[in-house]
């Protein structure tokens, strides 16, 4: 009975979610009309509608004779495998995407991607024509037929309406994908869904209600390495798509020859192959993999497969992923300077391979530079490695590459010794049959990827499947396995160069103690200098001769003023000029002691949290926060990021590039965090997440030490939803006061707010001091990022919870060293800035400095 009701629970389960699969179809009546009408056209036309007595797919010669098939040509198939794709597409693509941004907009947006998307492909071959030579003439007879232009438009329509991370990923992607298969497989249908995609992400803005803009530099360093990444891939994937595909004519598609050597060929073709004497190295390849069947094409694409590989590595902004894309890059542009060098000088006497690929593929392209230019593409992507190798500085721990190119090396060691056994004991079923020493010599090619394995023709080839396993599988598994090695060296933990002082120096906080900058010394960009007895450190970075410190020395507090005095003489020693960057006024007057000048760069602000009760009207806006997050069902909770659920993961990546990309400027470092320092077990993460698992708001902490314990917290991110619930950063906030002071910690610091000054009911009754040159240039420089940065609206924010104010200092021994200082501080705030960015920074500037002279001629009435 039991088993029965299980059933019918299950039978009912299913219906349901059936149901809720057939309602969500119904409510897009446009994609479903669009499947019906390549169902049927599809049934009853045929291939390309020649059941009919007018054509319905697109050519390149189709308009304007056939002008119907601008839009015909969407509802027709090839075969029935691509009616059954153009469905699918239909069905998991357009569906939703008409759910999200309705039937109307979504009608628009896939007929003005399909029609203009066919015209702009056909325009684009006739005016290429006289221009780009073959490749236009061999697509001139490619056909278009289904539905993936108006998907790729609508597609990218929707885009518009999406939060920004996704937006930015998804235009990428698709971009992305069009342009690999326009630019390598090179096809009419592949340029008819390039232009339709870029149809799409024009229109979607306006089918929104706004203007289409020039899309903003990508902003946090976490999304940059995902650009280069994702670039880095398509061009591995690139040439692997080009050697598939069976007439690729792309105008990158010669570089299928650099780093593949696919041969998709059959039998009948190998034994035509291989009856031109000239041919004897095509067919050698060819043979060869066509034994050793999917063995054989892995080792046929082993250079794509390693820059996959780094590609992921790239992703995670790992150092040894940069060197050895690089690496091959370089050896890619290698090999393209000396196929160009055989291009342009054919008189050279040379049989070489880069020179029958010169002749074979400049007459396939019309003309040489058609070989020249596309093989310009590695050293490209050489250069923009190095002139992002900034982005790339997350090491493994240390002896993590030694053992590797140990184990690396054991292995290749193990299988050349198998090979020459298993070889020997074959011997009989190789062609010619080799001795000891021609087993021998040919264990270093066992190694090598068959793109270039082949420039030399073999001493012996397999003739059983049992040879061609032994021949070919010494590579397989090496590569294999080197690939999975490499890949879990990306997975472990980060270490920077000063990896070892940093986890001194983190011993030091947790036992000594510090200020609440204190365990901001950890992130990545400082050096330490320890003291003598190995109790205290300063951190600090050397930028062009000034020697910056991260706020204070940490340590004992009796041997502050002393490790002072010995850092400044270890800066002297060196030539560097010492700078000490947010500092308390105890430390001021120690340094002021000693004829330094200095002044106030921030303040901090400190909630302390023993009788902290938010109560009285002056915390009215506090309690107003937190009861609209009860109605709302928000909730605060405490995660660590690194063991989050990947949801919540991606949802706060989401909020900070949202975030990052309204501002429209780098990111800032220095003392400001950002997702790469969430990835601490010691951070603290509070999160505002509602009852359906959306996050709305994200906050960090960082563990404040005194004596071995956590006395406080120091809130560090501090990043909100665009659409999240109005005043989630004041519930986090108080949330977490709340929740500390219930822990039992002292204080949490609402952290400083540079190049703001405390508000005036908070500066005391005493006399304000005149204010020095240095303080004018900080109060205009304030004044002046305000409407970039927002420090002063941070700082009024804050004061809604009633804090105490600590006033932070910068002193430095010489006032000549200013301009220098200033540099130096911007560069440690902005490491990354890059020229386009710069100016957006210095037009907002310039715009904010024009305002503020306009509000000071405008006569007061």
């Given at each position: ?89 239909l069905l998991c693509v357009g569906v939703p995407v008409e759910r999200r941004i309705g039937s109307r907009r979504f009608a628009v947006a896939a007929v003005a991607g399909q029609i203009v998307g066919v015209a702009a492909a056909i325009g684009f071959v006739t ?709 386009d960015q710069g100016l957006s920074l210095a037009g907002t500037l310039l715009q904010s400095m024009l305002s503020r002279l306009r509000r000071r001629q405008t006569p007061r009435r």
């Amino acid at each position: 009975m039991r088993t029965h009701w299980d059933s019918a629970e299950t039978v009912t389960r299913k219906r349901g979610r059936a149901g809720r699969i057939l309602a969500s179809i119904a409510q897009a009546p446009v994609s479903v009309s669009c499947i019906l009408l390549v169902a049927v056209l599809g049934s009853v036309a045929g291939d390309f509608g020649a059941g009919t007595r007018v054509p319905l797919a697109a050519t390149a010669r189709s308009f304007p004779e056939h002008w119907w098939v601008l839009l015909s040509s969407a509802f027709v198939a090839r075969n029935p495998t691509s009616l059954l794709i153009g469905i699918a597409l239909l069905l998991c693509v357009g569906v939703p995407v008409e759910r999200r941004i309705g039937s109307r907009r979504f009608a628009v947006a896939a007929v003005a991607g399909q029609i203009v998307g066919v015209a702009a492909a056909i325009g684009f071959v006739t005016v290429s024509a006289g221009l780009m030579g073959d490749w236009v003439g061999q697509i001139t007879g490619n056909v278009f037929a289904g539905p993936t232009g108006l998907v790729c438009a609508a597609l990218m329509a929707s885009t518009a309406s999406m939060t920004t991370l996704w937006r930015r990923r998804i235009r990428l992607g698709l971009l992305a994908l069009v342009m690999l298969l326009a630019l390598y497989n090179g096809g009419f249908a592949d340029l008819v869904r390039l232009f339709a995609a870029a149809v799409g992400a024009l229109i979607g803005p306006l089918l929104s209600g706004r203007r289409p803009r020039t899309p903003h530099p990508v902003g946090s360093r976490h999304e940059r390495r995902v650009l280069i990444a994702l670039l880095v891939a398509a061009t591995a994937v690139g040439p692997v798509v080009a050697g598939l595909a069976p007439h690729a004519v792309g105008p990158l598609s010669v570089l299928r020859y650099l780093l593949t050597n696919i041969q998709p060929v059959d039998p009948d073709t190998l034994q035509t192959l291989c009856a031109y004497p000239a041919l004897a190295r095509d067919c050698a390849a060819a043979g060869l993999q066509l034994r050793a069947g999917a063995g054989g094409t892995f080792m046929a694409v082993l250079p794509s497969f390693l820059l996959l590989l780094f590609a992921d590595g790239l992703r995670r902004g790992r150092r040894a992923a940069w060197a050895g894309t690089l690496f091959i890059q370089g050896a890619l542009s290698a090999i393209a300077v000396a196929t160009i060098i055989a291009v342009l000088q054919p008189s050279a006497a040379d049989t070489s391979a880069a020179e029958g690929l010169a002749a074979g593929e400049a007459g396939a392209h019309g003309h040489p530079l058609a070989l020249v230019l596309p093989l310009l593409l590695p050293l490209l992507l050489a250069v923009l490695l190095v002139s992002r190798r900034k982005l790339f500085t997350v090491r493994a721990p240390q002896g993590t590459y030694r053992r590797l190119a140990v184990l690396l090396a054991g292995l290749a060691a193990v299988l050349a010794l198998a090979y020459f056994g298993a070889a020997l004991a074959l011997a009989q079923e190789f062609n010619p049959r080799p001795g000891p020493g021609e087993i021998l010599a040919d264990i270093p090619d066992r190694f090598l990827p068959l793109a270039y394995m082949f420039d030399l023709t073999p001493a012996f080839v397999p003739l059983s499947p049992g040879a061609v396993a032994v021949y070919e599988g010494v590579g397989i598994v090496f590569w294999a396995v080197a690939g999975a090695a490499l890949l879990r060296t990306f997975l472990q933990p980060a270490h920077n160069r000063y990896s070892l002082d940093e986890d001194r120096a983190r011993a030091i906080i947790k036992a000594e103690g510090g200020s609440t900058l204190s365990w901001m010394t950890t992130w990545p960009g400082n050096r330490y200098w320890f003291t003598s007895n190995g109790q205290g450190f300063v951190a600090y970075r050397v930028i062009g001769g000034i020697a910056l410190t991260l706020g204070p020395p940490v340590g004992p507090r009796r041997d502050q003023e002393k490790t002072f005095d010995d850092f400044t003489a270890h800066c002297t020693t060196n030539g560097w000029s010492p700078c000490f960057y947010s500092v308390p006024g105890d430390l001021m007057n120690h340094a002021s002691a000693r004829g330094w000048a200095g002044v106030q760069v921030a303040q901090e602000t400190i909630l302390d949290l023993e009788h902290l009760t938010f109560k009285g009207k002056k915390f009215q806006d506090i309690r107003t926060a937190m009861n609209n997050a009860a109605k709302a069902g928000v909730r605060a909770e405490w995660i660590a990021y690194a063991t989050a659920p990947r949801p919540v993961q991606a949802q706060i990546q989401e909020i900070s590039e949202e975030w990052v990309e309204d501002k429209n400027i780098p990111e800032m470092g220095f003392t400001l965090g950002s997702l790469d320092e969430l990835d601490d077990p010691e951070v603290r993460c509070l999160v505002a997440i509602d009852k359906d698992k959306k996050v709305h708001a994200v906050t960090s902490w960082l563990p404040v030490y005194s004596g071995g314990t956590i006395i406080g917290w120091t809130l560090d991110v501090i990043r909100r939803r665009s659409t999240a619930l109005r005043a989630s950063a004041e519930f986090l906030i108080a949330s977490a006061a709340l929740t500390l002071r219930d822990e039992g910690f002292r204080f949490i610091s609402l952290s400083g707010a540079p190049l703001a000054p405390p508000p005036r009911e908070d500066r005391g009754s005493g006399p304000t001091p005149p204010p020095n040159p240095m303080d004018r240039l900080l109060e205009g420089l304030g004044s002046s990022l305000e409407p970039v940065y927002g420090f002063r609206s941070l700082l009024g924010f804050k004061s809604k919870f009633q804090p105490r104010y600590v006033p932070l200092y910068m002193v430095y021994p010489d006032p000549a060293a200013l301009p220098a200082i200033g540099r130096a501080v911007t560069r440690a705030y902005l490491p990354e800035i890059g020229f386009d960015q710069g100016l957006s920074l210095a037009g907002t500037l310039l715009q904010s400095m024009l305002s503020r002279l306009r509000r000071r001629q405008t006569p007061r009435r």
